[in-house]
T-cell receptor, first 112, second 111 residues
Framework: DGGITQSPKYLFRKEGQNVTLSCEQNLNHDAMYWYRQDPGQGLRLIYYSQIVNDFQKGDIAEGYSVSREKKESFPLTVTSAQKNPTAFYLC???????????FGQGTRLTVV | EDQVTQSPEALRLQEGESSSLNCSYTVSGLRGLFWYRQDPGKGPEFLFTLYSAGEEKEKERLKATLTKKESFLHITAPKPEDSATYLCAVQAGGSQGNLIFGKGTKLSVKP
């Protein structure tokens, strides 16, 4: 089955640690995105990538980093510089930048 | 500033009681408006894309419509399994595919 796989489903981070969230898609989509979802707020864009080896900052990129070495993969690193990382993180992909995006099942990150 | 506002924040319906969810938007050059359904703890599930005023899309008990300022998601004779949060998002002209989301409407359908 084609789709977007995020792992892990749950992740716990200690203060000062960097953690990496995985996102893999087998839909042959060019564009990939990372969003953050907090209770009572809409999804907010962290980073996006239209092609391999290229990515752009979204509205809330501070404290996050990404890479796009393969078309299928778009991992997100939450660095220690992100002061409030507890949230639900969603990865999405689309065939082109102007078509509908499909989402993974999310990773819930909690700081302990 | 591009913006999406959804109303109401929450809606409780009895099974079979039809209603509508609203999505108002201000955007510089609409490229597309998207509706998603999200169940608790899950990623959003794509429902519809609308591109121009007057366009309508239907899927089972759901029908989405679009005007120049807002979109409606009409739910006809809802069932308890329609309970979820419904998200509206827009894509602005000049964007590279990223979506601007509203905060969603949480729908509860009681049997």
């Amino acid at each position: 089955d084609g789709g977007i796989t995020q792992s892990p489903k749950y992740l716990f981070r200690k203060e000062g640690q960097n953690v990496t969230l995985s996102c893999e898609q087998n839909l042959n989509h060019d564009a990939m995105y990372w969003y953050r979802q907090d209770p009572g707020q809409g999804l907010r864009l962290i980073y996006y990538s239209q092609i391999v080896n290229d990515f752009q900052k979204g509205d809330i990129a501070e404290g996050y980093s990404v890479s796009r070495e393969k078309k299928e993969s778009f991992p997100l690193t939450v660095t220690s510089a992100q002061k409030n990382p507890t949230a639900f993180y969603l990865c999405a992909s689309s065939y082109r930048g102007n078509t509908e995006a499909f989402f993974g099942q999310g990773t819930r990150l909690t700081v302990v | 500033e591009d913006q999406v506002t959804q109303s109401p924040e929450a809606l409780r319906l009895q099974e079979g009681e039809s209603s509508s969810l609203n999505c108002s938007y201000t955007v510089s050059g609409l490229r597309g408006l998207f509706w998603y359904r999200q169940d608790p703890g899950k990623g959003p599930e794509f429902l519809f894309t609308l591109y121009s005023a007057g366009e309508e899309k239907e899927k089972e008990r759901l029908k989405a419509t679009l005007t120049k300022k807002e979109s409606f998601l009409h739910i006809t004779a809802p069932k308890p399994e329609d309970s979820a949060t419904y998200l509206c998002a827009v894509q602005a002209g000049g964007s590279q595919g990223n979506l601007i989301f509203g905060k969603g409407t949480k729908l509860s359908v009681k049997p």
